[in-house]
Antibody
């Protein structure tokens, strides 16, 4: 069945770089788009970006200067990299396949 | 970027009530090429990932109870729950899929009266 699972460090220091992995199963990354969405504690959802099945990407314009999404199709993994982290980047980070299938999310805390 | 505005921000309901919530977009989500509205609704319960309820403004995702009804076109959309159940107490978000970035509304929280 279709599954997505996010992984990464729970704690990141301010100004450092966040690296998250979304490992998928049950489908091919060359056939479906994968999106990243985040949610600050107690707040709403923010769409971050997408990697298309063809490998192209689109980003939230507010995050674009410091955000990158890539993938390794052989490992069924999608990667999110975001630099210059600040406390307001604290939250749960989700990956999803075309909005239908979602991972459980990974909590990221930006703190010294 | 398209701005999505949801109202109300919270709503207190009793089981069995009919509930409506609104989502307005700053520009039309109706794509002229196929005459479809690129608007989705999600439900999120505490500690859970969002769940897709409705896409293309009015199409229920597989397995979603028929008490959830999406309607609207252009810039004005509504999610109706015909008879609220206890398990429907959650946060509800709309999101436009018309153009990148795929922006979300701020959400409507359904609470128990």
């Amino acid at each position: 069945q279709v599954q997505l699972k996010e992984s990464g460090p729970g704690l990141v220091q301010p100004s450092q770089t966040l690296s998250l992995t979304c490992t998928v199963s049950g489908f091919s990354l060359t056939s479906y788009n994968v999106h990243w969405v985040r949610q600050p504690p107690g707040k709403g959802l923010e769409w971050m970006g997408v990697i298309w099945s063809g490998g192209n990407t689109d980003y939230n314009s507010a995050l674009k200067p410091r955000l990158s999404i890539s993938r390794d199709t052989s490992k069924s993994q999608v990667f999110l990299t975001m630099n210059s982290l600040q406390t307001e980047d604290t939250g749960i980070y989700y990956c999803n396949r075309n909005s239908v299938y979602w991972g459980q999310g990974v909590m990221v805390t930006v703190s010294s | 970027d398209i701005v999505m505005t949801q109202t109300p921000s919270s709503q207190a309901v009793s089981a069995g009530e009919k509930v409506t919530m609104s989502c307005k977009s700053s520009q039309s989500l109706l794509y002229s090429g196929d005459q479809k509205n690129y608007l989705a609704w999600y439900q999120q319960k505490p500690g859970q990932s969002p769940k897709l309820l409705i896409y293309l403004a009015s199409t229920r995702e597989s397995g979603v109870p028929d008490r959830f009804i999406g309607s609207g076109s252009g810039t004005d959309f509504t999610l109706t729950i015909s008879s609220v159940q206890a398990e429907d107490l959650a946060d509800y978000y709309c999101q436009q899929h018309y153009s990148y970035p795929y922006t979300f509304g701020a959400g409507t929280k359904l609470e128990l009266k």
